[in-house]
């Protein structure tokens, strides 16, 4: 090879590697992780923050979590607690031993039981500061994702009713994440001048009976409709009368006992599922 030749490779090769640098395209990624009867959602956002909603039912989370994220990662920056009922905080204990975590951000309920005080004891020895949300508050986690906490109740019986609901937005695309609440507490939503609209929906507690009612849909307006569930659950999740109703408002609906850990990506426009 002439020295013209590799001066040229060499430019090329420059130009190659500073091209990919300067025109990566950023996403925002969602993974539910199929950990079961249960809710884990990992969300990456476009500059890097990394948010953990929930920790499903046991250590399956940290397969999971291993499947998804390259192997040197074991940093979350923000764990979301949705509400304290086992399939969303067991799994979250042993993470804590795994895991370096930024910030727990959760709702005001706290429930005098024996699966709260050992979650709470394990973030206070980790020393993990934790935030209490408060509905209508919102949080700017990046230049362009910005999160609105739609319900934050503390003092329902049914643990299910506290679930922390929040909605992200990333440019044009916009995700709901509702825990386990009943329709008890979309039907205040419904009533609420709050913009529930959402493209993307994980819907409410696993696809019970007892949530998704066909107004809250209809505010919601979802194109998406993904089903954290385990195969042959003692809940009869998803109930056939909660399908019904999320097919008649027209989302597509994806069950994680089907497809195993859902990963969607927005570059801000649309979701897209990825393979
Ligand atoms: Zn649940």
């Not at 304290?84 to 204990?93: K, P, S």
């Not at 107004?215 to 399908?243: M, R, T, W, Y």
């Amino acid at each position: 090879m002439t020295k013209k030749l590799i001066i040229i490779s060499i430019f090329c090769g420059i130009l190659f590697l500073s091209s990919t640098f300067l025109f990566k395209i950023e996403s925002f990624r969602v993974d539910f992780l199929d950990v079961g009867q249960g809710d884990a959602i990992l969300l990456n956002l476009p500059q890097g923050t990394r948010i953990l909603v929930d920790g499903g039912p046991d250590n399956l989370l940290l397969n999971r979590l291993g499947e998804v994220l390259p192997w040197w990662e074991h940093k979350i920056d923000y764990v979301v607690i949705s509400h304290y009922h086992a399939d969303h905080i067991l799994g979250l204990l042993e993470l804590l031993n795994k895991y370096e975590v930024g910030e727990v951000l959760t709702t005001s309920h706290q429930p005098d039981d024996f699966l709260y005080h050992i979650l709470l004891d394990k973030l206070k020895a980790k020393n993990i500061p934790i935030v209490f949300v408060q509905t209508g508050q919102s949080f700017d986690f990046e230049k362009n994702v910005a999160a609105l906490v739609v319900s934050a109740e503390n003092n329902n019986e049914d643990y299910n009713n506290n679930s922390l609901v929040l909605k992200f937005n990333y440019l044009q695309t916009s995700l709901l994440l509702t825990g386990d609440l009943t329709t008890e507490i979309e039907d205040k939503l419904v009533k609420s001048d709050l913009n529930l609209q959402a493209d993307l929906l994980k819907v409410a507690h696993h696809g019970s009976r007892y949530a998704s009612s066909p107004e809250f849909l209809k505010k919601v307006q979802p194109k998406f409709c993904v089903i954290s569930v385990g195969k042959d659950n003692d809940f009869q999740h998803p109930h056939p009368e909660a399908l019904a109703r999320l097919s008649a408002s027209a989302c597509q609906i994806y069950l994680t006992q089907d497809f195993g850990t859902l990963r969607w990506q927005s570059e801000g426009f649309v979701w897209n599922l990825l393979d």
